[in-house]
């Protein structure tokens, strides 16, 4: 069982919350726009396992210590992360393709800074985008997700507003 702790869009803001909210956490998962590599380095001292991709303003200092795709198993559970993915029933171009070549279980992705939790019947995965847990761009309210994956069973997903 991990206790799962997913971010993105910080643009360079670290939040002394994250701190609170993640420590209990077995991983971070950070969905790019990342904006200053002391984020993941923040993570990486506060739980044992951090994946991260970088986003569209994401310079080479961020992208030499993340991936612009990363595939990874969680528990019983493929995890396929991206910035851009957009979402069930209006994927990015070529995310399809993608998610029908990995047949990953959870697709995360970030850049719209919109909170979305789906369930996509028609490719069998559920698609999480954390929100932007950062200042820049146009949300009213920062978000951050944390769940339970344990083997194939996700639960317990919650979401955390940062007022």
């Not at 994250?18 to 200053?36: I, L, S």
């Not at 820049?136 to 769940?147: A, D, H, I, N, Y």
């Amino acid at each position: 069982m991990k206790r799962i702790g997913i971010l993105s869009d910080t643009h360079g803001v670290w939040d002394r919350r994250f701190t609170e909210y993640f420590k209990e956490c077995d991983e971070v998962w950070h969905a790019g726009d990342v904006g200053d590599p002391e984020i993941i380095q923040k993570l990486q001292a506060l739980v044992p396992t951090v994946h991260a991709v970088y986003g569209n303003i994401d310079g080479q200092d961020v992208r030499w210590i993340t991936e612009s795709t990363a595939v990874f198993q969680c528990e019983e559970c493929k995890v396929m992360m991206q910035h851009i993915t957009g979402y069930p029933g209006r994927w990015a171009p070529g995310m399809k393709l993608l998610i029908n070549e990995i047949k990953p279980d959870i697709v995360v992705g970030g850049h719209s800074h919109i909170l979305k939790v789906v369930y996509d019947k028609e490719l069998q995965l559920l698609h999480l985008n954390p929100g932007a847990a950062g200042r820049q761009g146009w949300q009213s309210c920062r978000t951050l997700l944390r769940l339970t994956i344990d083997g194939s069973d996700i639960r317990d997903c919650e979401v955390i507003e940062l007022h």
